[in-house]
């Protein structure tokens, strides 16, 4: 596997961890942060549960004064009894509205106003009957069909509790004592109403009354000493502390005296000296502190699971940020390794390979990095200068054996091959003629009376007669024909694939060119150069260089005796 596809799976492998590890984290964090805002919902559902039970339990006050109410009826009375049922609609109303807020399906609230609207109807129709036929079963029952509203109340009120200590476990005794705050406030609205029928009929308590006064009691006595117990550090709060002693002192000391002095005039058998609503409005304000009590405690409840909920809230925040910026310090991470690692390796490593390759095209950007890569792209672009300067330099080399051999093969003063040349040059054409079974010529010719010019002239004029008929001969030669200075004023001329009339042919074209061309010398004068030439062809098996050699060199003797500038055949 490359290395830029390892890094890119490596990195694709890296990212699914780390968002699988930052998708756990957050996942745990939103279902933290969700629990808490839901256990903050259902604490305000205890809240409001716990309020609309109040007002139930309030509304039984005013409701007492109008079932002991004489006739004509107290308009006071009535307008105070209005008053609470509004307020206890209004409670059923929030309770009903959180609850959709919710989206809880429950029917709880409906179920609720269908049992208060039967108990008002019932509460409406003895108060409606003359004092005579207020019975003490009819006005029993009006009585517990209210009571038997709270317990429902009461339930929900458990249930949602339960749903909030899920997500504030801490809160799970203070929920608690404000239940049975709600309780105590309860069984003290039930202790008074207790006594509605007694001070309605003006008639002393049954047995069975004085019983469950007693029962009540009870009940009040042990809520209390489960509130006032000390189990938790919500139990030294200042504030409960302050609520705990104004109920105490309140209600335990002064609510509780009035209805022991309704139960003193009833077992003496003596007028109570007040009614229903005086009753009612003497004892109510007693139990108000326990409402205290149990606001202090649901408001501490609140106070730390609003702080819980900001915290998770921060927590998730936080996370989120904290993913956000992983992701993002991850993908520069990638960023920079693709771009200040993986493109400059790449684009090295093609660099490496091309120069190993022998191919110093390529381009070596210069750098200003001062790390690994950088030292690296420094060295492969040294690297590449040295491989330019030995390339220049085997270039050089090259060019100094050519110029050498060049040099070897060639005349120093014509710039035709020399005889040593043209020895190797025939002897590869006389090869491919065997082969081939080919003829083979050779034409052999001299510059006419050259000791003379030299004698005459001096050598240098000699110099210039031979390169003189070197270039002439180089104009008539074609594509394939070998020229080379022999040795002295001698030349030599192979003809390709030419049989003897075709070497004679070439050599009479010579001639008349060299005859043609006169020479003008340095000083002026003006020399007439000929030559003489023996041509010489062969072929078939027995084909030999030398022995063309020679029978040219014998026509080109008899030329010379013959008159000169002339050419003579000769068969090989």
């Known amino acids: 596997m490359r290395l830029t596809r390892m890094f890119a799976v490596s990195m694709a492998i890296l990212a699914l961890l780390v968002g699988a590890m930052l998708g ?66 209004q409670a059923l109303d929030s309770l ?47 009585v517990e069909g209210m009571f038997a509203l ?35 406030r309860e069984y003290a609205g039930r202790l008074g109403s207790r006594l509605t029928v007694a001070l309605a009929s003006g008639q002393p308590l049954a047995e069975t009354e ?34 705990l002693r104004t109920m105490d002192e309140r209600y335990f000391t002064s609510g509780l005296a009035l209805v022991t002095g309704v139960e003193r005039d009833s077992r003496a058998h003596q007028p109570y000296g007040m009614d229903t609503a005086q009753f009612a409005q003497r004892y109510v304000p007693f139990m108000s502190p326990i409402l205290a009590v149990r606001d202090v405690l649901l408001e501490a409840a609140l106070d730390q699971a609003r702080q ?17 910026a992983i992701v993002l310090a991850m993908m520069l991470l990638m ?19 091309k120069l190993g390759n022998g191919d110093f095209s390529i381009r070596v950007h210069e750098t200003r990095r001062h790390d690994e890569i950088g030292d690296l792209l420094r060295a492969v672009g040294q690297l590449r200068a040295a491989g330019l300067e030995k390339q220049q330099l085997e270039q050089e080399r090259q060019r100094l054996i050519e110029e050498l051999r060049l040099r070897a093969d060639t005349d120093y003063l014509t710039g035709i091959l020399n005889r040593r040349a043209f020895t190797a040059a025939g002897n590869q054409r006389l090869r491919r003629a065997r082969e081939h079974r080919l003829a083979l010529a050779v034409i052999l010719f001299d510059v006419d009376r050259f000791k003379a010019v030299n004698d005459s002239h001096g050598h240098d004029a000699g110099d210039q007669v031979l390169i003189r008929i070197a270039a002439l001969a180089r104009e008539q030669l074609r594509d394939g024909e070998i020229l080379a200075r022999y040795g002295g004023e001698e030349f030599v001329i192979m003809p390709g694939n030419c049989d003897l009339e075709g070497a004679r042919v ?13 020479l003008t010398l340095a000083n002026g004068h003006v020399l007439h150069v000929t030559a003489s030439f023996g041509v010489a062809a062969s072929e078939g098996p027995h084909l030999a ?19 000169r500038n002339r050419v003579e055949c000769e068969a090989a």
Request: aromatic share 4%.
């Open 24 to 89: 756990r984290i957050l996942w745990g964090e939103w279902n933290s942060y969700r629990a808490a805002r839901g256990g903050l919902h259902a604490l305000q559902l205890v809240q409001q549960g716990m309020v609309a039970a109040e007002k139930l339990s309030f509304e039984r006050g005013p409701m007492n004064a109008v079932l002991g109410d004489a006739v004509p009826p107290d308009p006071a009375k009535r307008a105070r009894l209005a008053v609470a049922r509004a307020a206890s609609d």
């Open 96 to 142: 009903a509205a959180a609850l959709a807020a919710s989206q809880d399906q429950s029917a709880t609230v409906t179920s609720i106003r269908a049992q208060l609207i039967a108990a008002r109807r019932e509460v409406d129709a003895v108060s409606a009957l003359p004092p005579a036929q207020r019975t003490p079963q009819r006005l029993t029952a009006a």
């Open 150 to 184: 709270i317990p429902v109340v009461l339930d929900d009120v458990t249930g949602y509790a339960g749903a909030a200590e899920q997500a504030y476990p801490n809160l799970a005794k203070i929920l608690m004592k404000a239940r049975f705050a709600v309780e105590l």
């Open 210 to 243: 004085h019983t469950q006064i007693q029962f009540l009691r009870g009940q009040i006595e042990q809520l209390r000493h489960l509130i006032v117990m000390s189990t938790s550090a919500i139990d030294r709060d200042p504030r409960v502390l302050a609520a």
């Open 308 to 324: 819980d909920y900001d915290t998770a809230q921060r927590e998730l925040l936080l996370a989120c940020l904290t993913g956000g």
């Open 335 to 353: 960023v920079i390794l693709q771009k200040r690692v993986m493109v400059p390796l790449a684009r090295t490593t093609r660099a490496l390979v």
């Open 506 to 518: 070439v050599a009479e074209r010579m001639r008349r060119a060299i005859e043609a061309a006169p």
């Open 545 to 563: 260089l030398d022995s063309l050699f020679h029978a040219a060199d014998l026509a080109l003797y008899r030329a010379k005796h013959q008159g």
